[in-house]
């Protein structure tokens, strides 16, 4: 359940509660002009009015919001310079200029709301455009706390596959569930310097890191970068000979041992049923 409020400078003040928003989120740009459709209204008549009357006072600015089961509010957004294109039903379009969140984000509040977070790795179920969105969920879930001190974190290049799902990986690796540790480069360095769940991180272990080497080319060496400028052990760890065997010999020792039961098992069975 979502809502809409005019900006009063002071408690926002709930004018009508919407089923759902249309539009609210985008990857672009964090603010622009959009168009957004408010589905289902509970007053729409009234919230026309409220909107008009904002507008006739040059004052047409204010914020939407998700709200939780008690129409408590988790998180919202802001616009600005609203106009009313269409009014239809219980339905209302607006434009105006919104700071928006990326595409997930909602999703994952949403989640969270329904007790559906309960375990790591539930970023795996959002579409690869939509990761983004998680890690601000993420950011925005961070509980303030006692730092960690030389840390020892471990990940492994068969867990993502390309560059958001690496910080999904090493947020909740880091700080847990949702967990965060940047969404990006730039992000990461801010972290490493303090402040979000870490003091200082010890050692690194990377498994199977040329997967990861292959897929983020130049970005593999920017993340190594970061992490040995804040005086941290890296271990590079490649796939075991045991898990080079399985995946690549395998199939050749199984036809050498049916190729040696062909030709010799007659010859030792003979000799145990036949003296």
């Given amino acids: 359940m979502f809502a809409f409020a005019l900006d ?20 672009k740009t964090n603010f622009g002009f959009r168009k957004l459709r408010l589905i289902n209204v509970e007053n729409p ?8 009357k904002a507008t006739a006072n040059f004052d047409n600015q204010g914020c939407i919001y998700l709200l ?20 239809k039903k219980n339905d209302i379009t607006l434009t105006g200029y919104v700071w928006h969140q990326p595409k997930g984000y909602y999703k994952a509040w949403i989640m969270k709301m329904n007790n559906q977070i309960t375990g790591k790795n539930i970023w795996k179920s959002f579409e690869k455009d939509e990761l983004q969105g998680w890690l601000v969920f993420a950011l ?18 068969d867990d993502f596959h390309n560059l958001d799902e690496f910080f999904c990986t ?8 949702p967990g965060y540790f940047g969404r990006n480069i730039p992000a990461l360095y801010d972290c ?24 983020f080319k130049t970005k593999f060496t920017e993340i190594l970068q970061i992490f040995e400028e804040f005086n941290v052990k890296i271990n590079l760890q490649k796939k075991t ?24 098992g007659s010859v030792l069975f003979d000799g145990i049923f036949y003296p």
């Fill in 8 to 27: 009063t400078l002071e408690e926002p003040r709930i004018i009508s509660l919407i089923e759902d928003v249309k539009n609210l989120e985008s990857n």
């Fill in 45 to 52: 008549e009234q919230l026309k009015l409220e909107i008009e």
């Fill in 68 to 87: 939780n089961h008690n129409n408590s509010i988790l998180t919202g957004t802001f616009i600005s310079n609203i106009k009313i294109l269409k009014f």
């Fill in 140 to 157: 925005n879930n961070m509980h303030s706390g006692i730092s960690k001190e030389n840390l020892k974190i471990e990940i492994d290049g």
């Fill in 170 to 177: 090493l947020g909740e690796e880091i700080n847990g569930l």
């Fill in 192 to 215: 490493m310097r303090g402040d979000f769940g870490v003091e200082s991180i010890k050692e690194l272990t990377w498994k199977n890191h040329q997967k990861s080497k292959k897929l």
């Fill in 241 to 264: 000979d045991l898990q080079d065997l399985s995946s690549k010999n395998i199939s050749s020792y199984f036809l050498f041992y049916i190729d040696y039961l062909f030709n010799f």
